[in-house]
Nanobody, 121 residues
Framework: QVQLVESGGDSVQAGGSLRLSCVAS?????MGWFRQAPGKEREGVAG???????RYADSVKGRFTISKDNAKHTLYLQMNNLKPEDTAVYYC??????????????????WGQGTQVTVSS
């Protein structure tokens, strides 16, 4: 299994920015970011595959950018123009599925511990 360590969560004002990081213990075909707010299902935010193809949830398009540093086995999520509805625990995920772009939890195998993002109005 791949171990994932996340960091970067914080409390910010609406309109602010954060950058989340996730260090992986090994290479995987795909990686992604998910989030879960209290009382809500875990939802896909963004994903990226081994050649750099990306996909975003409609709710974050134009505001969030997923990227990776292959040499460092590190995944990033740049979050700009944050909104209160972005408040959630954000999880890094990794997997080998060719259907990673569906951004659904079943297509990812390993998960980080989560990092809290809180956006106040």
């Amino acid at each position: 299994q791949v171990q994932l360590v996340e960091s970067g969560g914080d409390s910010v004002q609406a309109g602010g920015s954060l950058r989340l990081s996730c260090v992986a213990s090994d290479y995987t075909y795909s990686m992604g970011w998910f989030r879960q707010a209290p009382g809500k299902e875990r939802e896909g935010v963004a994903g990226i595959n081994s050649v750099g193809t990306t996909r975003y949830a409609d709710s974050v398009k134009g505001r969030f950018t997923i990227s990776k540093d292959n040499a460092k086995h590190t995944l990033y999520l740049q979050m700009n123009n944050l909104k209160p509805e972005d408040t959630a625990v954000y999880y890094c995920a990794a997997g080998q599925s060719r259907q990673w772009y569906l951004l659904r939890p079943p297509y990812f195998d390993d998960w980080g511990q989560g990092t809290q993002v809180t956006v106040s109005s």
